[in-house]
T-cell receptor, first 115, second 112 residues
């Protein structure tokens, strides 16, 4: 079975540029999560969706960050404009019925470097 | 609010020694509990989970964890460490209607 697929795996861009990270959840999963991981702050939940609807975006650091889930098989996390402090590894995860006994399944992450 | 505490950000053991990674949760209602492992440059992988029933849960790679309600703990153990166990380990908890809450992680180092 295909797992959670994230693209790109690595992204290097200059500050001020728009960055779009993509995620394809596991088929049949109805909950999707975006995380950010840094050495300083560890693993942080940015936003999560249930049935394509954003439920909690309190972890989104600023208005420069936005996330969408136009359908059950695709989500994007966009940063515009990007800043060096946004450099991190961004993970997408999906699960069946968030808040249940079903675990989250993680993608391999996108390593983002903003110069 | 529910929280997950992992005692010790870094644990070092010798190959063949017992591995013990500690996790405590704060909740009056026992949550669902999970342990994940993260190898360098990879995402998090599920090691094991506790939902209901047997309090001793066996996972992959010889790991197991015991749910102790009286101690609000879910410590992860492995009888004999292997070099390949070196990684970061995360404990996590959730309850119905909440998002998964992660601990800050424990880095396990294994020396030969």
């Amino acid at each position: 079975d295909a797992g959670v697929i994230q693209s790109p795996r690595h992204e290097v861009t200059e500050m001020g540029q728009e960055v779009t990270l993509r995620c394809k959840p596991i088929s049949g999963h109805n909950s999707l999560f975006w995380y950010r991981q840094t050495m300083m702050r560890g693993l942080e939940l940015l936003i999560y969706f249930n049935n394509n609807v954003p439920i909690d975006d309190s972890g989104m650091p600023e208005d420069r960050f936005s996330a969408k889930m136009p359908n059950a098989s695709f989500s994007t996390l966009k940063i515009q404009p990007s800043e060096p402090r946004d450099s991190a590894v961004y993970f997408c995860a999906s699960s069946l019925n968030q808040g249940s006994n079903q675990p989250q399944h993680f993608g391999d992450g996108t390593r983002l470097s903003i110069l | 609010a529910q929280s997950v505490t992992q005692l010790g950000s870094h644990v070092s053991v010798s190959e063949g020694a017992l591995v013990l990674l500690r996790c405590n949760y704060s909740s009056s209602v026992p949550p669902y509990l999970f342990w994940y492992v993260q190898y360098p440059n990879q995402g998090l992988q599920l090691l094991l989970k506790y939902t209901t029933g047997a309090t001793l849960v066996k996972g992959i790679n010889g790991f197991e964890a015991e749910f102790k309600k009286s101690e609000t703990s879910f410590h992860l153990t492995k009888p004999s460490a292997h070099m390949s166990d070196a990684a970061e380990y995360f404990c996590a908890a959730n309850q119905a209607g909440t998002a998964l809450i992660f601990g800050k992680g424990t880095t396990l180092s294994v020396s030969s």
